[in-house]
């Protein structure tokens, strides 16, 4: 249910252009209002830094790769987005993954030897266009448009390297085991079962040695933890939503 997509270009990505103000000299971007091309999935990568957040409405799971990649469940079924409207706007009051907000643009190596990431943009959704009034430069110099365009791809980026530190701190301890949720549905016999998405075992973070918890609390990582295993109580709120919606 939680397998992490891997299409050559990171999910909703179709055609990745470097902006530079030779190409792009009197471009702009436009506001980002239309998420109608989040609808086709189910789970979003999310960061540590959003966990806090996440957890209120959101399931956050693990995928089954090494060392996985945190995920926000939007839905319960593969290829469905409970969370956008169907005027393609994201539900009022929910938090929106960075992730879909650092849409169209992100960092990229333009080269495997590439030493440094440079600024890119999906050309192919239509947000970056000579029409539009947030002008990407100043002349030749970036715009502050774009710088805190960079500056948030940057602290993107930096989010991502300590969620992967914290993922490969759970392998290391081996907290993490297979996933499986139940949810009682009144108008069936038997449950739904969800599962292909990783966990914390409970029963393993309860039997940690002292040092290592005190460390987990020092550092941060057992807030993490449990705001993942507070999280997993959102999926049966996302099952009556797919109740609701007629698609359970």
Known sequence: MATQPQPQLPLFYRNLVPLNTEMHQGFGVKPHADVN???GTHAIPVTVDEFALVQRQYPIVFTTDSPGVPLALVGLKEGENLFVTPEGQWRERCYIP???RRHPFMLARLSPEADVLSLVFD????????DAENKLFDGTEPSETTRNILKFCEEFEAAIARTRSFMEELGKLGLLMDGQASIQNPDMAEPAQFSGF???DEKKLQNIRGDQARKMVQNGMMGLIYAHLFSLAQMRELYAEMQAAGTA
């Open 123 to 130: 050309d192919t959704h239509g947000l970056v266009t000579a």
């Open 37 to 39: 091309w989040t609808r």
């Open 198 to 200: 990783r966990m914390v």
């Open 98 to 100: 960075a992730y879909v």
